[in-house]
């Protein structure tokens, strides 16, 4: 089975720091994706990567940025925190253009 | 992007078919549909796609209707863990298309399915 899964399942943080959200995907997929859920706004996209050191921007990717030095392995990261990042974060990744498989997600608060 | 429309909620008995609905009426001739549920604190969880034909498989059929502009997620004996949100998907081109699989989720249905 496809697994993705991300470092925390929860994490707090103070407004300003560093934030880095780690996912690892171990089925050799090209894409990967980060996307943020929030109560009445549904999932949207926030980056995605179809390679190594390859990123795109979706749709909402300010205040945040990623990294993607190795394939199964896709970093998100806020680089000054704010409350209003506070949200559930979920990375997902594919085959192509096949089904995408999701993490558990990252329960973020900021404070 | 193709957009969908779904019913923000419907209720099913338990053994009972759940029917869910989806228009999408502006789909592209190149454009599959697809199917995702969220059930509680999980992430999503990939259901099934169709491009043109109804399609089946162990956790539901996708039924299509001739001229693609809606479709149908047939859960055919829904149980309480059924009970998620459904979200129908239209992928973007693939042809020539840097899409790169990106799915764009809208509010999806709230499926209840009860005792």
């Known amino acids: 089975d496809v697994k993705v899964t991300q470092s925390s399942r929860y994490l707090v943080k103070r407004t300003g720091e560093k934030v880095f959200l780690e996912c690892v995907q171990d089925m050799d997929h090209e894409n990967m994706f980060w996307y943020r859920q929030d109560p009445g706004l549904g999932l949207r996209l926030i980056y995605f990567s179809y390679d190594v050191k390859m990123k795109e921007k979706g749709d909402i990717p300010e205040g945040y940025s990623v990294s993607r030095e190795k394939k199964e392995r896709f970093s998100l990261i806020l680089e000054s925190a704010s409350t209003n990042q506070t949200s559930m974060y979920l990375c997902a990744s594919s085959l192509l253009v096949t089904e995408a498989f999701f993490g558990q997600g990252t329960r973020l608060t900021v404070v | 992007d193709a957009k969908t429309t779904q019913p923000p909620s419907m209720d099913c008995a338990e053994g009972r078919a759940a029917n869910l609905p989806c228009n999408h009426s502006?789909?592209?001739?190149?454009?599959?549909v697809y199917w995702y549920r969220q059930i509680h604190s999980q992430g999503p969880q990939y259901i099934i796609h169709?491009?043109?034909n109804n399609e089946t498989n162990e956790m539901a059929s996708l039924i299509i209707t001739e001229d693609r502009k809606s479709s149908t997620l047939i859960l055919p004996h829904a149980t309480l863990r059924d009970t998620a949100v459904y979200y129908c998907i239209v992928s973007p081109p693939t042809a020539g298309g840097t899409s790169y699989g990106k799915l764009t989720f809208g509010q999806g249905t709230i499926l209840t399915v009860h005792p």
């Open positions: 169709g491009l043109k």
């Open positions: 502006t789909i592209s001739g190149n454009e599959y």
